[in-house]
């Protein structure tokens, strides 16, 4: 899982195979989730969003995973490929308030998949 | 990248010269934000913009300043740079504030002071 610090943590895999990205978040009023995907020298895409009211929600190939007992987060991905390889984080968000955008990121997964 | 452009993508400088970064978007959002992504911190907030000529800070706010005359440009000035400010700072819209807004992110600009 994701943590503060200079080393990301990484995960390897092969092509086709099902990864799984985890990130533990640390306020229980966050509401709303992202993840992103980051590839080298480009700006962070959106991947999926899950809100705190649900525990589980699919996209193409991939699906987000909610426990909020435990306060963590995972990304599946599925057949993974070579061009996902990048560098995934999380964001949440609390709620009430405006929010303006104001998302706290965690570090970021490197996934790396060889062919 | 969402119809957002930013420049300069690459820029170096010298401790103590003024820069100023812009971002462009195509998407009539309005909401803006510029962050900075530093190894250890990730994504912080420096600045945000709600509307024309509305502004506030973010987590990150000292020693930067933000423009925002028009709906599609958002301005971030370094006033006098310093090499702590040397970083990869990119600019984000939203549509909205709602509870499940998406942010989506330019591509960056790498900024070195040296």
């Known amino acids: 899982g994701e943590s503060v610090g200079l080393h990301l943590p990484t995960l390897s895999v092969q092509e086709g195979d099902n990864s799984i990205i985890n990130c533990a978040y640390s306020n229980s009023a966050s509401d709303y989730f992202i993840w992103y995907k980051q590839e080298s020298g480009k700006g962070p895409q959106f991947i999926i969003d899950i809100r705190s009211n649900m525990d589980k929600r699919q996209g193409q190939r991939v699906t987000v995973l909610l426990n909020k007992t435990v306060k963590h987060l995972s990304l599946q991905i599925a057949a993974t490929q070579p061009g996902d390889s990048a560098v995934y984080f999380c964001?949440?968000?609390?709620?009430?308030?405006?929010?303006?955008?104001?998302?706290?990121f965690g570090q970021g997964t490197i996934l790396t998949v060889h062919p | 990248d969402a119809g957002i452009t930013q420049s300069p993508r690459h820029k170096v400088t010298e401790t103590g010269t003024p820069v100023t970064l812009r971002c462009h978007q195509t998407e009539n959002h309005r909401y803006m934000y510029w962050y900075r992504q530093d190894p250890g911190h990730g994504l912080r907030l420096i600045h945000y913009?709600?509307?024309?000529?509305?502004?506030d800070k973010g987590e990150v706010s000292d020693g930067y300043s933000v423009s925002r005359s028009k709906t599609e440009d958002f301005l971030l000035t370094l006033e006098s740079a310093t090499s702590s400010q040397t970083s990869v700072y990119f600019c984000?819209?939203?549509?909205?504030?709602?509870?499940?807004?998406?942010?989506?992110f330019g591509s960056g600009t790498q900024l070195s002071v040296l």
């Open positions: 964001a949440e968000k609390s709620a009430g308030g405006t929010s303006y955008g104001k998302l706290t």
């Open positions: 913009s709600y509307g024309v000529k509305d502004t």
């Open positions: 984000a819209i939203s549509e909205s504030t709602g509870v499940d807004e998406k942010l989506f």
